[in-house]
């Protein structure tokens, strides 16, 4: 994970932003230089991690672009804390956490990440709750290492996940109230899609994110999961995440008539990519103990060609963001 600059050298650290990204900038109205190359490293991290994220983020209205990438790159930075493979390093967490928290509170910071994600923060309106409660959930990733039930599960995901899908909202243009259960559930839907996608990858972690009652129901140990053996009972084990991930989808796409139209595209690529995980499990025989499945660039290609282009037809459609 790249270490925030300080002070003294983050103008030459910082990566010039392609046009592309610099017209997204303006049409945000970001002007402040260091702001910019904040916003710029944020896109750059999303890029880097968050594939279907990012190519979802282009199909928005230029000016919400910027949001996006800042609101992935602050969690993506809190959660390399925890989850990297090469270099976990939980310390780190809580001193990076609780600067975070006090560059949010004044709305600024020498880290380019928490720079950006306090600036989309003050314009967007988003509670500062939010990013306290995710921020704990990362803190929970510490040292819990399993979970005896579902519910159990669900509290950890408000934090990790639904939270994210509410700081989303403001991004996408939510035209009724009615909108905040869809996008928790999209947050759960999305975090329980990596769970049995990465299963094999968190227990390099040392962690278990499918449930002890659901593992018990079908009759799989921690201990079955850990020699990384693919069994029936295993199988029947994911169908049944994969069912309850499904349902989740299903209230999610419930939201997706409650945004503005110029967000739809993005939001149903977004539902349509990470859905497609679940997929890509079953199509490999439920093989996530030893390796990582992913949404092939055909696929990818083939749900965001024609979003493109409804997205397109929206925005000549509508008023610009900030003149409407």
Do not use: K
């Amino acid at each position: 994970m790249p270490d925030a600059p300080d002070q003294s050298t983050r103008a030459s650290r910082l990566p010039r932003p392609l046009r592309v990204h610099e017209r997204a900038l303006d049409a945000a109205g970001i002007t402040d230089p260091w702001l910019r190359q904040a916003y710029e490293t944020a896109r750059l991290v999303n890029a880097e991690h968050g594939r279907t994220y990012y190519l979802s983020a282009l199909l928005l209205p230029a000016d919400r672009r910027p949001h996006v990438y800042a609101l992935y790159a602050f969690s993506r930075w809190a959660d390399e804390f925890v989850d990297s493979l090469e270099a976990p390093d939980p310390q780190g967490l809580l001193t990076w956490g609780a600067e975070a928290l006090d560059g949010l509170e004044r709305g600024t910071s020498s880290d380019p990440v928490v720079a950006a994600v306090a600036h989309t923060a003050r314009e967007l309106g988003i509670e500062r709750q939010l990013f306290e409660d995710f921020l704990a959930a990362m803190r929970q990733d510490i040292d819990v290492t399993d979970y005896a039930t579902y519910d159990d599960l669900r509290a950890y995901m408000w934090g990790s996940a639904s939270v994210i899908g509410l700081m989303m909202l403001p991004v996408l243009g939510p035209l009724t109230p009615d909108a905040r259960e869809p996008a928790i559930a999209l947050g759960e839907a999305f975090q329980l899609s990596n769970f049995v996608r990465d299963v094999g990858e968190d227990l390099d972690r040392g962690r278990v994110y499918l449930p002890q009652e659901d593992r018990a129901r079908f009759g799989v140990t921690r201990a079955d999961l850990e020699s990384r053996v693919v069994t029936d009972r295993v199988r029947r084990l994911l169908a049944f995440e994969i069912e309850r991930c499904r349902e989740l989808y299903a209230v999610a796409r419930t939201g997706v008539a409650m945004v503005r139209p110029e967000s739809r595209p993005c939001l149903e690529t977004a539902i349509a990519l990470y859905g497609g995980i679940l997929d890509e499990v079953e199509a490999a025989d439920y093989h996530v103990l030893d390796r990582r499945v992913s949404v092939p660039n055909r696929r990818r290609a083939a749900v965001a060609g024609p979003a493109l282009l409804r997205a397109v037809r929206a925005r000549r459609e509508r008023t610009r963001w900030r003149t409407a």
